[in-house]
C-alpha cells in the first residue's frame, strides 16, 4: 500500500520539477537506464533490499544507529547512483557498491563490538 503511494507521489514530483537535461537524465540516456524505474517501483532497493536488512539487524540487537549504517551499506550496492556515474564513471559506481559490501562486512563482524565507524561520524540530527 505505501510503494504504490510512494511511486505515485515521485512520478509526480518527476513530471512537474524533472528536467530532461538534469546530469542524472544524461547519465540514464548514456546507460540505457530506465528514467522512471526508481519512482515506478515505489524504491524496490528500500523496500525489498534496505528495509529487511534494517529490520533484521534491530531484531538481533542492534543499536539503530548501527543499523542505520548496515542500511546504508545495503543501499549502496543496490542503487543506480547517478551522481556517482556522472561525478566517477562506471568505476565510481563500482567502487561505491564494493565500499558498500565492506562497510556491510565490517558492520557484521563489529556488531558486538563497539561500532566500525569514527565516534565524529553521526546520523543524528543536532540541535538548531
Not at 530532461?20 to 524496490?44: D, E, F, Q, T
Not at 558498500?100 to 538548531?128: D, E, M
Amino acid at each position: 500500500m505505501l510503494r504504490p503511494k510512494i511511486a505515485e507521489i515521485a512520478s509526480g514530483f518527476f513530471t512537474r520539477f524533472g528536467s530532461p537535461a538534469s546530469h542524472g537524465a544524461g547519465v540514464r540516456i548514456v546507460m540505457g537506464w530506465a528514467a522512471s524505474a526508481l519512482r515506478l517501483s515505489g524504491l524496490a532497493a528500500v523496500f525489498e533490499h534496505g528495509w529487511p536488512r534494517y529490520r533484521e539487524a534491530l531484531e538481533a540487537g542492534w543499536t539503530p544507529e548501527h543499523a542505520a549504517f548496515y542500511l546504508m551499506a545495503i543501499l549502496m550496492q543496490q542503487v543506480e547512483d547517478t551522481t556517482a556515474v556522472h561525478r566517477c564513471g562506471l568505476e565510481g559506481l563500482g567502487r561505491l557498491r564494493q565500499d558498500g559490501a565492506r562497510l556491510q562486512k565490517t558492520s557484521k563482524a563489529s556488531r558486538r563490538r563497539r561500532p566500525c565507524w569514527p565516534r565524529s561520524i553521526s546520523i543524528t540530527a543536532s540541535p538548531a
